[in-house]
Nanobody, 116 residues
Framework: QVQLVESGGGLVQPGGSLRLSCTVS????????MGWYRRTPGKSARELVA????????NYADSVKGRFTISTDDSENTINLQMSNLKPEDTAVYYC?????????WGQGTQVTVSS
């Protein structure tokens, strides 16, 4: 069983920055895939924001390319999402997702609100 805990969400003005972190309960070398998703207001489905396969290159949604960066810190067991130049349309609940031994795990989500 893998537990994921997101943190770092909050209220930020347009153009501002936030850093989300997802703390993973196991050694990250066991993870095959790591990603951040979001569910925007009024939508039922989560959309991919950024992802990375173990040993692979990051992948980003077109809407966040050049503004968001996904990274991992193996010493801290975290998957991070650095978000810059935030826009009101980035307002959403952000979820961490990992694949471990072909099983999917999700965090509880953290709210990001971009508003003046």
């Amino acid at each position: 069983q893998v537990q994921l805990v997101e943190s770092g969400g909050g209220l930020v003005q347009p153009g501002g920055s936030l850093r989300l972190s997802c703390t993973v309960s196991i050694n990250m070398f066991s993870l095959e895939y790591m990603g951040w998703y979001r569910r925007t207001p009024g939508k039922s489905a989560r959309e991919l924001v950024a992802s990375i396969f173990s040993g692979g290159q990051p992948n980003y949604a077109d809407s966040v390319k050049g503004r968001f960066t996904i990274s991992t810190d193996d010493s801290e067991n975290t998957i991070n999402l650095q978000m810059s130049n935030l826009k009101p349309e980035d307002t959403a609940v952000y979820y961490c997702n990992v694949l471990c031994r072909r099983t999917d795990y999700w965090g509880q989500g953290t709210q990001v609100t971009v508003s003046s």
